[in-house]
């Protein structure tokens, strides 16, 4: 799942659709899961996200049955599904996007990834599902990195939409804030995971770091830049 449902107010412009090094954010996000065959991507609104895939080489498809109203299949040359799907009450946040995703998902384990995070690898997201799947007790495994967690970058149980679902309800119908993903952990049993844990995935770092201002984008960039910067080597002072 990639939730891309914000505003992207300090950005100005969709986090995902933004280019570095010459590709989208999206489209590295992609890469980075290609060996996952289905792909739901929770946005607030549809259209600019599906004419950016179609860019792509992703086709439309028609059949749109079981899917949540608003949303588009689409698949790509190799076969490979995505599914984009509004947020079920735009702007009450990501455990919005989480409760569509999960409500559409397939898949007993599922993997969030923010929709701004370029330098996210393979090698993480294969660890971090190892780290679920290995122990039936848990809902979660959530990273630790630059001083917090990082729910927006983890794996989760799908049977935990429901209790997403029920409180992105809640807070819709009082008219007030969904509650955020960090309170939404902490009714979870989670396994937080650090740096050291995750040895040999690539920089914690960088990888969960989004493209959520026009630093963080002039930092991407010149990050990109670098040779061999997708290896995602550790950043050096």
């Known amino acids: 799942m990639i939730v891309a449902g914000g505003r992207s ?3 100005g412009r969709d986090k995902p659709l933004v280019e570095i090094g010459g590709r989208t954010v999206l489209s590295r996000i992609l890469e980075a899961t290609a060996h996952i065959a289905d792909i739901l991507l929770a946005v607030r609104e549809v259209p600019p996200f599906q004419v950016a895939l179609q860019g792509e080489g ?4 028609e059949e749109n049955a079981g899917r949540p109203p608003g949303s588009v299949a689409l698949r790509n040359p190799k076969g490979r ?3 984009v799907v509004p947020d079920p009450v735009p702007d009450l946040g990501p455990l919005a996007g ?3 995703g999960l409500g559409a998902a397939h898949g007993a384990i599922c993997v969030l990834l923010a929709g701004d995070l370029p ?6 997201v294969d660890r971090l599902s190892r780290e679920l799947a290995s122990d039936a007790e848990l809902d979660a495994v959530v990273p630790r990195a630059r001083g917090r967690a990082q729910p927006l970058c983890a794996v989760y149980r799908r049977e935990v939409g429901r209790l997403a679902t029920r409180l992105v309800a809640r807070a819709a119908e009082s008219g007030g804030s969904s509650p955020s993903m960090m309170s939404f952990l902490e009714r979870l049993r989670v396994r937080y995971v650090t740096a050291e844990d995750l040895a040999g995935t690539g920089d914690i770092e960088t990888m969960v770091r989004g493209v959520d201002s026009r630093a963080d984008l002039d930092w991407a960039v010149r990050r990109a830049s670098r040779p061999g910067a997708f290896r995602l080597e ?3 002072p």
């Open 9 to 11: 107010r300090r950005l």
């Open 234 to 236: 550790p950043d050096t």
């Open 98 to 100: 989480l409760a569509s």
């Open 58 to 61: 992703w086709e439309r498809r």
């Open 81 to 83: 599904a995505l599914v």
């Open 119 to 124: 330098f996210v690898t393979p090698d993480l």
